[in-house]
């Protein structure tokens, strides 16, 4: 079992930026790897970026590549989602996710979720 704690929501302007966190607990969580998903009001849950805990094999949507950055410390059990240049598009719930090893671009590949964080902005 892996546990998921995240942080970091909120409301901010266009242009602005903000860090989501996510605290992972539990067995072989080292073992698991990340994704970043994130969910609009009426659209689907929608793949936002994901790695593996080990090696640098990291991979971002087409829609925030060049904005948003996964950060990794292995110490603390936590991923970062760093966000910046925000657009009002990308206001949604942003949830982390985890699953055995090797990450995915699809939501149901993904075993372990958050509870998710508020992320608005606006225009």
């Known amino acids: 079992q892996v546990q998921l704690v995240e942080s970091g929501g909120g409301l901010v302007q266009a242009g602005g930026s903000l860090r989501l966190s996510c605290a992972a607990s539990?067995?072989?969580?080292?073992?698991?790897?990340m994704g970043w998903f994130r969910q609009a009001p009426g659209k689907e849950r929608e793949f936002v970026a994901a790695?593996?805990?080990?090696?640098?094999?990291?991979y971002y949507s087409d829609s925030v590549k060049g904005r948003f950055t996964i950060v990794r410390d292995a110490a603390k059990n936590t991923v970062y989602l760093q966000m910046n240049s925000l657009k009002p598009e990308d206001t949604a719930v942003y949830y982390c996710a985890a699953r055995w090893e090797s990450f995915t671009t699809k939501f149901d590949d993904y075993d372990y979720w958050g509870q998710g964080t508020q992320v608005t902005v606006s225009s």
């Open positions: 539990g067995r072989a969580v080292s073992r698991h790897a």
């Open positions: 790695n593996n805990w080990i090696g640098d094999n990291i």
